[in-house]
Antibody, heavy 127, light 108 residues
Framework: QVQLVQSGAEVKKPGASVKVSCKAS????????MHWVRQAPGQGLEWMGI????????TYAQKFQGRVTMTRDTSTSTVYMELSSLRSEDTAVYYC????????????????????WGQGTTVTVSS | EIVLTQSPATLSLSPGERATLSCRAS??????LAWYQQKPGQAPRLLIY???NRATGIPARFSGSGSGTDFTLTISSLEPEDFAVYYC??????????FGPGTKVDIK
């Protein structure tokens, strides 16, 4: 079955970096873009960026540009999200989520939504 | 940046009742709107994409409608497992996939 399994919880000090992994299985890893979304405690969802596992290209939300790096390892079907210069406001659950693409008349279109989600990784930033 | 507003913030209903959730965009997003359900301690689940298309495996009691700036998610008859938080999300304003603040559907 299609599955995204994320790495375990992290506790970091302000100013440090964190790297979260997301291992995909049950589908062709390079055929689907991957989003990263975070959720602060008791808050809503915030989109961070998207990675194309095929070529490695990325697009980041403006808020995170300069602090976030998304990468992938095709040999292990794993994507990574690294966030640097952590501050207390980065305390959140971080999710990877597969992009839903639709093929119509032989043409594939993207960004319809996020149809498969990882279980989430809690990142706590505290001194 | 396109801002999504959801109303009401909380909807208190009983099982079997009809739920109507609203999502309004600050400018037109055409039909590029999705809905998600999130239960406590769980990841979100995609319900609807492109305003009115049910995602794979989503029961028929969930339906979406709207275009432009005004959208509605309807749950025709609430089941016990439907009590959750619902988010809308737009994909019109690339590269930004903004979410609304959510509507909590709780048991009356």
């Amino acid at each position: 079955q299609v599955q995204l399994v994320q790495s375990g919880a992290e506790v970091k000090k302000p100013g440090a970096s964190v790297k979260v992994s997301c291992k995909a299985s049950g589908y062709t890893f390079t055929s689907y873009f991957m989003h990263w979304v975070r959720q602060a405690p008791g808050q809503g969802l915030e989109w961070m960026g998207i990675l194309n596992p095929s070529g490695g290209s990325t697009t980041y939300a403006q808020k995170f540009q300069g602090r976030v790096t998304m990468t992938r390892d095709t040999s292990t079907s794993t994507v990574y999200m690294e966030l640097s210069s952590l501050r207390s406001e980065d305390t959140a659950v971080y999710y990877c989520a597969r992009d839903l693409s639709i093929t119509v008349a032989g043409i594939r279109d993207y960004y319809y939504g996020m149809d498969v989600w990882g279980q989430g990784t809690t990142v706590t930033v505290s001194s | 940046e396109i801002v999504l507003t959801q109303s009401p913030a909380t909807l208190s209903l009983s099982p079997g009742e009809r739920a109507t959730l609203s999502c309004r965009a600050s400018q037109s997003v055409s039909s590029y709107l999705a809905w998600y359900q999130q239960k406590p301690g769980q990841a979100p689940r995609l319900l609807i994409y492109d305003a009115s298309n049910r995602a794979t495996g989503i029961p028929a009691r969930f339906s979406g409608s709207g275009s432009g700036t005004d959208f509605t998610l309807t749950i025709s008859s609430l089941e016990p497992e439907d009590f959750a938080v619902y988010y809308c999300q737009q994909r019109s304003n690339w590269p930004s996939f903004t979410f609304g603040p959510g509507t909590k559907v709780d048991i009356k």
